[in-house]
Every structure is written in C-alpha cells, then in structure tokens.
C-alpha cells in the first residue's frame, strides 16, 4: 500500500493538492483571511475523502490538525477532548468524509451491508457515563444493563476459578459473576471495565475520529474467528483512509492499558494531534476530568489515578503493508 519510487510527476503532485485542499479546509475561512477560502470555496460540499500511501502522508496531516488546535481556546479543545464540547472547525467534517469513505470502501470489499459496518462511533461524555456505570454497578439486562461485557481478567479468574469457568466475558445476568462482582474493590471493578472500556472524558470516541467496525464481541476477532476476513481487509486497507488500530497486542503489553480491539480504528491525523495536545496541557485535561467524575468519586479511584496511561498505550503507527 506505500507509495513506490516509481510514481509519475502527476500522482505526486495530485497528492500535494489534496493536501492543501484539506489543510485550508479544515483551516477555514477564519484562517486563511481576507482570501476567505474554506468550505465555501467549494460550494458547500462534502470534501473528497482523503487518500495517504505512506506513514509521512499521516503524519503531514497531522501537523496541519495541530496547528488548528493550537490555534484555538485550550479549554474549548480540553471540552472536545473529554465529551462534553465539539471539535473545532471543520474537523468534523473531514473526520465524517474519512470514516464514511473507509466504511464504503470495508462494504464493498467485504460484501457487507453499509449499515452494519461501523457499530460504534461518536459518543458523549453523558453517554460514556452511562456505560460506565452500568458495568461498574454490575446492572441486569432489563434492569438499565446490556448483557455481557469486557474480557475478565485472568488475576480475577484465577482466584474464582469455580464461579468464572471458562467464560470468556462479564454476564451481569449470571449468579455466580455477581458473586464474584460484589466481592470486588472499587479499584479492582475499573480494572476489569478498562479491559476494553473507557471512563467519560476519557473515550476516544468523544473525538469523533475513532469508529468500531462490524463487532464488538472480543472472542469474534480471533484468527480464526468469524470477523478473521474483517480484520484481513482492515488491516490491508484502512491506512489508505488515514487508520489505524488503536489497540494492538503490542500496546495491549504496556501497564496498564486496553486490551487488543481489532474492532476499533482511529483516523491517526486527529488522534495523533489530540495526544500531542493532551500531552502538552495535562493538568487542563485533569480539571475536566475531575469535574466530569464529581458525582461520584469512589468508583474513579483508579482511573484517576492512571488515566494518562489509557490515553497513550495506544498504537501510534499505521500499517501500510
């Protein structure tokens, strides 16, 4: 999928004006002055999806994205990044044409329906409260709660082998998993969520630039599982959109960190700049979060403590083949 030394003059050059045409895009009117070319120079319409053969092509862009967040209100960023504001300028509307043209794209090279491929996508801090603390209270179906969650951890089966079994997944619904749940600290039940969820304001999905494709059933995602094709096309094709997998099993190794989502894929030019920005302004991030996990700070105690981790032991480097 890289780029060759082979390319003609005019390829180069078609991929140099895409590139300037979603640098001013996202730019705006109000940043490139009195010449006022934005969106409006292009009558309104959705911008064509962007195309990159290489990991410096990502990376170009991604320098553009931090300019813009760099230009704007820290703490109307800090509010985008943690759920409870919108991204600046045009940035969502590249990240809608760049998720949309790789979901086109995984449709119709899987034979799947357009509906069914991305499953998840944009989520509010509200929203992620609200999975939160249906996991964390350990909530019945048809009680606020939505059947099995996570990957339980193999510290907590050992020590309940004959509660846990072989069960792969958390079932709310299950006796014995409730058993096992009431016995846990409020330390241990975050840990066992953050396997494969996130606390509100910590959610890549607040940024509009991470989208979960076609399952998010952990056990489907194996190499020989139902989603192996899924997976082969993803990794084969989302770079050429600007993705990545955002939780490999080698950044899965780091402690702590989410466990491997084959499932779940992030427009690297965004989230890349909005971690440089999160590094760069910690402690601003940190007062919105604190506010966010006001209402009840217990079941925060660990996530507080490490949140830094879970937004950085992440994949930071697409696969170009």
Do not use: C
């Not at 005019?10 to 895009?25: D, I």
């Not at 990159?52 to 760099?70: P, W």
């Not at 846990?164 to 969520?193: F, M, N, Y």
């Not at 007062?287 to 209402?295: K, N, T």
């Amino acid at each position: 999928m890289q780029g060759t030394n082979g390319e003609s003059t005019s390829g180069r050059h078609a991929r140099r004006s895409r590139r300037g045409f979603l640098l001013l895009a996202t730019a705006g009117a109000g940043a490139v002055g009195a010449a006022g070319i934005g969106w409006s120079a292009f009558g309104g319409e959705t911008p064509p999806p962007r195309v990159f053969d290489t990991q410096r092509d990502i990376d170009d862009r991604e320098s553009a994205v931090t300019a813009v967040l760099n230009a704007e209100d820290p703490a109307a960023v800090a509010a985008w990044i943690t759920g409870t504001g919108t991204a600046p300028g045009a940035i969502p509307a590249e990240l809608d044409t760049q998720v949309g043209a790789l979901a086109d794209a995984a449709a119709a090279g899987t034979g799947t329906d357009r509906g069914a491929v991305v499953v998840s996508r944009l989520r509010t801090a509200a929203t992620q409260r609200t999975i939160w603390d249906r996991k964390y209270e350990f909530l019945r179906t048809g009680s606020g709660g939505a059947g099995t969650f996570g990957v339980i951890t193999d510290e907590i089966r050992a020590q309940h082998p004959a509660e846990l079994g072989s069960d792969p997944q958390w079932d709310p619904d299950k006796e014995s998993h409730r058993t096992v749940w009431a016995s846990l600290t409020p330390d241990e039940r975050q840990i066992e969520i953050l396997r494969t969820s996130t606390a509100p304001g910590v959610s890549r999905h607040h940024l509009g630039s991470d989208a979960d494709f076609f399952d998010t059933t952990p056990q489907n995602w194996t190499d020989d599982g139902p989603q192996a094709a899924h997976y082969a096309w993803l990794r084969a094709n989302a770079a050429r959109y600007g993705f990545l997998q955002t939780y490999t099993a080698e950044s899965a190794q780091a402690a702590p960190a989410i466990s491997q989502e084959r499932w779940h894929w992030s427009y690297a030019p965004v989230a890349e700049a909005v971690l440089g920005f999160v590094r760069a302004n910690d402690e601003l991030i940190a007062g919105a979060l604190d506010r966010l996990w006001s209402y009840d700070p217990a079941r925060f105690t660990y996530i507080r403590a490490h949140w830094r981790d879970y937004m950085v032991h992440v994949n930071e480097t697409a696969y170009f083949g």
